[in-house]
């Protein structure tokens, strides 16, 4: 049984860098063709695919959020995770970790999820 905790501050001043970590076990983050997404999903709104880094740490961001994301992975610790740089109280949401296969770029299913973890981000 594969599982993932997201993990990370929850509360972040606008401008500032918000930063998660997703730890899985029960599975390689490295096993083939499995991807490891961020999703999230703002108050009173749908979820939102931010982005994925592959079994082959490949990645792939959302275009809207493209030029704020990035993400990482610690193969050694089993994790992976989300860096988004200059937030506004809009990126306040659930965020979530999640695992896909490869078939598709941006996943249309998910196997495994988080519990998710609240960020709000406010002065």
């Known amino acids: 049984q594969v599982q993932l905790q997201e993990s990370g501050p929850g509360l972040v001043k606008p401008s500032q860098t918000l930063s998660l970590t997703c730890t899985v076990s029960?599975?390689?983050?490295?096993?083939?063709?499995?991807?490891w997404s961020w999703i999230r999903q703002p108050p009173g709104k749908g979820l939102e695919w931010m982005g994925v880094?592959?079994?082959?740490?490949?990645?792939y961001y959302s275009p809207s959020l493209k030029s704020r994301t990035s993400i990482s992975r610690d193969t050694s610790k089993n994790q992976f995770s989300l860096q988004l740089s200059s937030v506004t109280p809009e990126d306040t949401a659930v965020y979530y970790c999640?695992?896909?296969?490869?078939?598709?770029?941006?996943?249309?299913?998910?196997?495994?999820w988080g519990q998710g973890t609240q960020v709000t981000v406010s002065s």
């Open positions: 029960g599975g390689s983050i490295t096993t083939s063709y499995y991807a």
């Open positions: 880094i592959a079994y082959d740490g490949s990645t």
């Open positions: 999640a695992r896909s296969t490869l078939a598709t770029i941006p996943p249309d299913e998910y196997d495994y």
